[in-house]
């Protein structure tokens, strides 16, 4: 890659920012197509959070990633938010055009191009999500669209009837559950908690419960504990890499008005792991 007085600077804000599989990908993307483009990690203290957005327009910054703990955070200081970003109240992207930021999240759309890459219809399917926050919100506004019936587990009241709630205006297919047992009668089941990501972790759900045939997607984006003992059991299993891929490539596509070749963002991110 080479920089010089015409790149353009995309990237990503959060903090911790180490361990972001990002720049591998959205950099390699830019050099397939040698667009004038770089990606580079910024960690943004929280208390800095409302300066780094203000850099944004001040040093011409074309557009960010916004990953944990600014997914929320971020949304008073935008001009602007897209529909999904409002009914999740998070948002995982930002556009810069010329100083007017306008913030995306691009996790439900990814989310949804992993099952069609795998060849997963919904329209027959009874799914449970796992987890009532950001994560869930955005999956669950697509899923509701496509599903025969969804089911939200969460474990804060609250968190969850608000997700329902907001979720029963778009239609009408939809359980709240309080107790995560019963799991053989779906289809599909998604953990939407950070539950897995660190190897001490309790399972969001008993394995036990599930059998043969069953579709288990683990958000987190790695093998998960979860998914080794749902596969033992016979399940389908997929992680969050693939949605991390392609939340990353309609990001790319909000930058630069360009679909990225998503094969070697996924050489990419298969690498940098
Ligand atoms: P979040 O907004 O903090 O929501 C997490 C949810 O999990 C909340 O409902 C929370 O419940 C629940 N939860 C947390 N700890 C729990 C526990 N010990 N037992 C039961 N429930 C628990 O986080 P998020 O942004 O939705 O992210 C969730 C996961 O999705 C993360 O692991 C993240 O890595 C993954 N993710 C992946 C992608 C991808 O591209 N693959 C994109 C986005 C997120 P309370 O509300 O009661 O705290």
């Not at 055009?97 to 995306?104: A, F, I, Q, R, V």
């Not at 899923?143 to 608000?162: A, C, D, F, H, P």
């Amino acid at each position: 890659m080479k920089i010089n007085g015409r790149t353009k600077i995309t990237g990503i804000f959060g903090y911790p920012v180490e361990h972001t599989l990002s720049p591998a990908m959205h950099n390699a993307a830019f050099e397939d197509l040698a667009l004038n483009y770089c990606y580079v990690p910024f960690s943004v203290h929280p208390d800095d959070l409302e300066s780094a957005v203000k850099a944004i327009r001040a040093l011409n910054i074309c557009g960010v990633n916004v990953t944990v703990p600014h997914k929320e955070r971020v949304i008073p200081l935008l001009d602007e938010l897209n529909e999904e970003a409002s009914f999740i109240g998070a948002v995982n992207t930002i556009v810069n055009s010329e100083g007017y930021l306008k913030g995306y999240n691009t996790d439900g759309r990814g989310f949804m191009q992993s099952l069609e890459e795998k060849g997963i219809y919904l329209d027959d399917k009874d799914v449970l999500v796992v987890g009532a926050g950001g994560a869930s919100r955005a999956v669950c506004f697509y899923l509701i669209q496509k599903v025969k019936s969804l089911s939200v587990y969460g474990r804060s009241t609250e968190k969850l009837e608000n997700l329902v709630a907001d979720l029963r205006v778009m239609r009408n297919n939809l359980t709240a559950v309080r107790e995560l047992s019963l799991l053989d009668r779906y289809h599909m089941i998604i953990n939407a908690t950070p539950l897995g990501l660190r190897e001490e972790d309790a399972l969001p759900l008993d394995p036990s419960l599930l059998k043969e045939g069953q579709i288990i997607y683990d958000l987190i984006y790695k093998e998960t504990r979860l998914l080794k003992e749902a596969f033992k059991k016979g399940a389908s299993v997929i992680d969050g890499t693939s949605m991390l891929l392609w939340q990353g490539a309609f990001a790319f596509e909000l930058w630069t008005g360009k679909r990225p070749n998503v094969d070697v963002m996924r050489q990419a991110l298969a690498g940098d792991r």
